[in-house]
């Protein structure tokens, strides 16, 4: 490929960062363009879920895309390896009384996943600090995460090392780019170019970051919250109000998280708590949009609902391939924004 494709890409959230860095290895000069700072998107307030099993098994949205969420995290290991991002592969687990799991453990089968029914010992070692009082856990090892912070930052140097430029500006046209790449999630600003993002519909969340002791175990998914390793401490999350697009923090929402955590690891009462919030982006069937724009020299990646950083690869090798005119591969046929129309 010629060096001199130019690509400028609208979003420095995980989708828009994994096509700055792929692209850049295929040799494009790319320019990543977002005013924001690097950790103020979805992407960095998200808890960086890399998971395909308890992603479909507690969405009933998601279970269509159950083989493609797989396929998407197979991607992963070397995305990984090749930008140094650490991925945690430790699993996951749910926790409940025993109606619940009982219930978990039966959509797992029916779904064709692998999990494992434990007990109240084998839960409370997989997640020191959990209360006492649930009947045990589901535990698949199938869903993995990364830290959304670090792995932002990890990102963002690995493009600038492939020699990715950075400009604090919005993208406001196609400019002296080749193809233009639209990863701004809920944002509209952008409809004169991509008229396809006017189907994207926002989804505000908000999570807790809770300092203490760093917690060292395993992910846990609750009745009301889940809880996850984070840097410094733990991440408690989310909610989830479709079509709000604003980022005012909540007290009521952050309150109930707060309880929904402490429910589920009492020693976090009491801790420092950081409420944040993120407006993530969902198109109707819950998939992203990713591929040509009917308008322009236009390519699509954004709307990926829950799952940014689970498809945020995948996405990246589908962009990368759509803009050197080569084969998208067997996924791109389920994201195209032409399946709307």
């Not at 999570?207 to 991440?235: C, F, H, Q």
Request: glycine share 12%.
């Amino acid at each position: 490929m010629s060096q001199a494709l130019r690509i400028h890409i609208a979003g420095a959230g995980a989708l828009g960062l994994a096509c700055a860095v792929r692209l850049a290895e295929a040799g494009a000069q790319v320019s990543v363009f977002d005013p924001s700072p690097p950790l103020a998107n979805a992407s960095g307030v998200a808890a960086g879920m890399l998971a395909p099993a308890f992603e479909t098994v507690l969405d009933d949205a998601a279970r269509p895309h159950l083989a493609l969420l797989t396929a998407a995290r197979e991607v992963w290991p070397g995305f990984a390896q090749r930008h140094g991002l650490a991925l945690d592969r430790r699993g996951a687990m749910a926790v409940g009384d025993g109606e619940r799991l009982g219930r978990l453990e039966a959509d797992f089968a029916a779904l064709g996943l692998a999990a494992e029914r434990l007990g109240t010992a084998q839960a409370a070692a997989l997640a020191p600090g959990l209360a006492a009082g649930f009947a045990g856990g589901i535990f698949t090892a199938d869903d993995w995460r990364i830290d959304a912070g670090p792995a932002i930052r990890a990102l963002r140097a690995a493009a600038r090392d492939l020699g990715v430029a950075f400009r604090t500006e919005p993208l406001t046209g196609t400019g002296d780019a080749d193809r233009v790449v639209v990863a701004t999630g809920a944002a509209n600003s952008l409809l004169g170019l991509a008229p396809e993002i006017g189907r994207l519909q926002p989804i505000k969340g908000h999570i807790l970051r809770l300092a203490g002791a760093p917690y060292a175990g395993v992910v846990v998914r609750g009745p009301a919250a889940y809880a996850a390793p984070a840097e410094g401490g733990m991440t408690v999350g989310a909610t989830m109000e479709a079509g709000v697009c604003d980022d005012a923090i909540d007290p009521q929402r952050t309150a109930a998280l707060r309880q929904a955590g402490e429910a589920l690891f009492p020693g976090l009462a009491g801790a420092t708590a950081e409420a944040r919030v993120g407006v993530r982006a969902a198109t109707a069937d819950g998939l992203p949009l990713v591929g040509p724009s009917g308008s322009g020299p236009i390519l699509l990646a954004a709307g990926a609902r829950r799952n940014g950083w689970l498809l945020a690869p995948l996405v990246a090798e589908v962009v990368t391939a759509y803009a050197l005119d080569a084969e998208p591969g067997p996924w791109a046929a389920r994201m195209a924004p032409s399946r709307f129309t």
